[in-house]
């Protein structure tokens, strides 16, 4: 008993301890030079972000120019405690610049990281050079960052930048991902499922010693293995780290990771409140508690079943999911319960009455488990079981189910045939029905081991591409109908727009393929970019918004593909793109007609002719 309440206090300290508690939200910027999104003519002389809360002495700026990175020194706090500043050594080269930044507390905590883009139109001129004569020389804003293609094209931020992604598609194939999800669904169906049965088929239960152990043990184990599942989830959905898996703040990234990274979160807490009903079982019998000690676990263990929330009919995958994982934690955490507690010597009536109680209680649960699984099959997989690695493990999952199917029915048809009369469990009997249901858990925790290596793999039915919205779509073809390519961008306002290029035809033998964007008549001397596409053929290639193009120039732009095929250079036939102001409003056109004159034609008579 003492060892149970060390653990309760151990576990008591841990949440104290690891709770976010009152911490503030994280740094932010409140102004910069040069701005975010800005196009200057040279490189700056120095970088200047001006932050809301005051900060620490750990601080970074690193910059990059056209994916070349660039040596800095260190960058240092102004006066007024909330500026940092770093100076340019060496000017910037012309392009896309990133700036990333990463600030610190007064308290030396990490406070906040973030990027500021911005665009160096020209090279800085040698000395003794005109600056302005120098802008003036070139009419052609550089775009030569090249786009990501093929396999890589994700139109995701660049490698260096914090990506939050959906927890459905994350790729949770990481050993530790896999290893403590496994370990966190195992230890919350043997919880949920036991109290179930303890509940319907067992009131007795909770006056033995062995069992309120049991359940106690059950949910310390469970607590630490969901502890050590939140924190390494969080870390895979944020690949960068954003700092140690065991820092409760870099937790709160899963709330952007869609409802699957929620229900993460949901999990652990449902779990903390689950307590009140391990340590008290007795709260699950008694009628005035039993709906709070049975509807708390209960969510928690329906968390277990939001994890695709994506592919078709996304809505009945999340229903089924849930009933899934109820049932499975009812089936697989009665069969522990049974063969841990129940069975674990001879008993009196009340054993029996257990027994035979699962028995009823675990057939329905078979069912759905069975009937939502083939439904979540059948929606994630279709036909194409034998065509991908997700359907494979399907497969051989459902072999596996089946043998565990096979041994439960089996174990039910011998309760049904020798404790049809029983009165009491004897020695001989709770060992042999404990080893018949000690292999149906044992099997059950194969399939468990099975679903968490499921989320590893992308089902065919489900498209794990980053979902972005373009805001203007073009196809572009030449007069003869060689090039097909179609052009996606993702604003249609002033500032860094991101780009798709996607070759539809020709199939081969493409080279030097360009998009060319030009500019209207304007006072800022932009003329043109021109961004090369690395494709030799069919596929398509993305510039992210975070490295955009810079259309710092509202009005009627004209884009046309430059490209050389097999059949020679082609070029498509031009297509306006109209740019909008960066509130919205249209660009105001003023055209200046030349003066006119007024001449007055005086009429003249007509000469008299001789009759």
Same mark, same amino acid.
Not at 451 to 463: E, K, Q, R, Y
């Given at each position: 008993?003492?060892?149970?309440?060390?653990?309760?206090?151990?576990?008591?300290?841990?949440?104290?301890?690891?709770?976010?508690?009152?911490?503030?939200?994280?740094?932010?910027?409140?102004?910069?030079?040069?701005?975010?999104?800005?196009?200057?003519?040279?490189?700056?002389?120095?970088?200047?972000?001006?932050?809301?809360?005051?900060?620490?002495?750990?601080?970074?700026?690193?910059?990059?120019?056209?994916?070349?990175?660039?040596?800095?020194?260190?960058?240092?706090?102004?006066?007024?405690?909330?500026?940092?500043?770093?100076?340019?050594?060496?000017?910037?080269?012309?392009?896309?610049?990133?700036?990333?930044?990463?600030?610190?507390?007064?308290?030396?905590?990490?406070?906040?990281?973030?990027?500021?883009?911005?665009?160096?139109?020209?090279?800085?001129?040698?000395?003794?050079?005109?600056?302005?004569?120098?802008?003036?020389?070139?009419?052609?804003?550089?775009?030569?960052?090249?786009?990501?293609?093929?396999?890589?094209?994700?139109?995701?931020?660049?490698?260096?930048?914090?990506?939050?992604?959906?927890?459905?598609?994350?790729?949770?194939?990481?050993?530790?991902?896999?290893?403590?999800?496994?370990?966190?669904?195992?230890?919350?169906?043997?919880?949920?499922?036991?109290?179930?049965?303890?509940?319907?088929?067992?009131?007795?239960?909770?006056?033995?010693?062995?069992?309120?152990?049991?359940?106690?043990?059950?949910?310390?184990?469970?607590?630490?293995?969901?502890?050590?599942?939140?924190?390494?989830?969080?870390? %895979?959905?944020?690949?960068?780290?954003?700092?140690?898996?065991?820092?409760?703040?870099?937790?709160?990234?899963?709330?952007?990771?869609?409802?699957?990274?929620?229900?993460?979160?949901?999990?652990?807490?449902?779990?903390?409140?689950?307590?009140?009903?391990?340590?008290?079982?007795?709260?699950?019998?008694?009628?005035?508690?039993?709906?709070?000690?049975?509807?708390?676990?209960?969510?928690?263990?329906?968390?277990?079943?939001?994890?695709?929330?994506?592919?078709?009919?996304?809505?009945?995958?999340?229903?089924?999911?849930?009933?899934?994982?109820?049932?499975?934690?009812?089936?697989?955490?009665?069969?522990?319960?049974?063969?841990?507690?129940?069975?674990?010597?001879?008993?009196?009536?009340?054993?029996?009455?257990?027994?035979?109680?699962?028995?009823?209680?675990?057939?329905?649960?078979?069912?759905?488990?069975?009937?939502?699984?083939?439904?979540?099959?059948?929606?994630?997989?279709?036909?194409?079981?034998?065509?991908?690695?997700?359907?494979?493990?399907?497969?051989?999952?459902?072999?596996?189910?089946?043998?565990?199917?096979?041994?439960?029915?089996?174990?039910?048809?011998?309760?049904?045939?020798?404790?049809?009369?029983?009165?009491?469990?004897?020695?001989?009997?709770?060992?042999?029905?404990?080893?018949?249901?000690?292999?149906?858990?044992?099997?059950?925790?194969?399939?468990?081991?099975?679903?968490?290596?499921?989320?590893?793999?992308?089902?065919?039915?489900?498209?794990?591409?980053?979902?972005?919205?373009?805001?203007?779509?073009?196809?572009?073809?030449?007069?003869?109908?060689?090039?097909?390519?179609?052009?996606?961008?993702?604003?249609?306002?002033?500032?860094?727009?991101?780009?798709?290029?996607?070759?539809?035809?020709?199939?081969?033998?493409?080279?030097?393929?360009?998009?060319?964007?030009?500019?209207?008549?304007?006072?800022?001397?932009?003329?043109?970019?021109?961004?090369?596409?690395?494709? %030799?053929?069919?596929?398509?290639?993305?510039?992210?918004?975070?490295?955009?193009?810079?259309?710092?120039?509202?009005?009627?732009?004209?884009?046309?593909?430059?490209?050389?095929?097999?059949?020679?250079?082609?070029?498509?036939?031009?297509?306006?793109?109209?740019?909008?102001?960066?509130?919205? %409003?249209?660009?105001?056109?003023?055209?200046?007609?030349?003066?006119?004159?007024?001449?007055?034609?005086?009429?003249?008579?007509?000469?008299?002719?001789? %009759?």
């Amino acid at each position: 008993m003492h060892r149970y309440a060390f653990a309760l206090l151990v576990t008591i300290a841990a949440v104290v301890g690891l709770a976010p508690g009152s911490a503030s939200a994280e740094n932010s910027v409140v102004n910069s030079s040069p701005s975010n999104g800005a196009v200057l003519n040279v490189s700056p002389d120095e970088i200047v972000i001006g932050f809301a809360d005051e900060l620490g002495e750990d601080n970074t700026i690193s910059v990059d120019c056209e994916a070349e990175p660039v040596t800095l020194p260190p960058p240092g706090v102004l006066n007024d405690g909330t500026t940092l500043s770093v100076e340019i050594v060496d000017p910037l080269p012309s392009g896309t610049c990133t700036a990333r930044w990463q600030v610190s507390n007064p308290d030396g905590e990490p406070d906040g990281r973030g990027v500021i883009t911005f665009v160096v139109e020209n090279a800085t001129p040698e000395s003794g050079v005109n600056p302005d004569d120098a802008a003036s020389a070139s009419t052609t804003t550089p775009a030569s960052t090249p786009v990501t293609t093929g396999d890589d094209a994700t139109g995701s931020a660049t490698a260096n930048d914090p990506e939050i992604v959906d927890f459905s598609t994350a790729g949770e194939g990481n050993a530790a991902v896999w290893l403590t999800r496994l370990l966190s669904t195992l230890g919350i169906a043997a919880l949920f499922g036991s109290l179930v049965v303890i509940t319907a088929a067992w009131p007795e239960g909770v006056e033995y010693l062995v069992t309120i152990r049991f359940l106690r043990a059950t949910w310390v184990f469970a607590f630490i293995s969901t502890l050590l599942f939140t924190g390494f989830a969080a870390a %895979s959905v944020t690949p960068d780290g954003g700092g140690s898996p065991f820092n409760p703040s870099t937790w709160l990234d899963l709330i952007d990771a869609g409802w699957a990274g929620r229900a993460v979160l949901l999990r652990l807490v449902f779990l903390i409140a689950s307590a009140w009903a391990a340590f008290r079982p007795e709260r699950v019998i008694d009628p005035t508690t039993q709906l709070a000690a049975l509807g708390i676990p209960g969510i928690c263990a329906a968390m277990l079943g939001i994890s695709r929330t994506v592919g078709p009919l996304a809505g009945l995958g999340v229903v089924m999911g849930i009933l899934h994982a109820l049932a499975m934690a009812v089936w697989v955490g009665g069969v522990v319960l049974l063969a841990r507690v129940v069975l674990s010597g001879p008993g009196d009536e009340d054993l029996v009455h257990a027994v035979r109680g699962f028995s009823r209680v675990s057939t329905p649960a078979i069912v759905v488990t069975i009937v939502t699984g083939l439904i979540q099959m059948f929606r994630l997989d279709g036909g194409e079981l034998f065509q991908s690695g997700h359907g494979r493990v399907v497969v051989l999952k459902t072999i596996v189910v089946a043998v565990m199917i096979f041994v439960a029915f089996s174990a039910r048809q011998f309760v049904a045939q020798r404790l049809n009369r029983a009165q009491q469990m004897s020695v001989p009997l709770a060992d042999r029905l404990r080893r018949a249901f000690g292999a149906e858990a044992a099997i059950g925790i194969v399939v468990l081991a099975m679903s968490a290596w499921l989320l590893a793999f992308v089902p065919p039915n489900i498209d794990d591409a980053p979902k972005i919205n373009y805001a203007v779509t073009q196809t572009h073809t030449d007069g003869a109908q060689i090039l097909n390519v179609r052009i996606r961008l993702t604003d249609d306002k002033v500032g860094l727009v991101g780009l798709e290029v996607e070759v539809r035809d020709p199939e081969e033998n493409l080279s030097e393929l360009v998009v060319v964007f030009t500019a209207p008549p304007n006072d800022q001397n932009v003329g043109s970019i021109r961004q090369p596409v690395p494709l %030799s053929g069919a596929g398509f290639a993305v510039r992210d918004a975070a490295i955009g193009l810079p259309i710092s120039v509202a009005g009627v732009w004209t884009i046309q593909v430059d490209a050389n095929t097999a059949s020679g250079a082609v070029s498509s036939t031009p297509q306006t793109y109209t740019v909008l102001n960066l509130d919205g %409003s249209s660009p105001t056109t003023v055209v200046t007609l030349p003066p006119t004159s007024l001449v007055e034609v005086v009429p003249t008579e007509p000469a008299a002719t001789d %009759s």
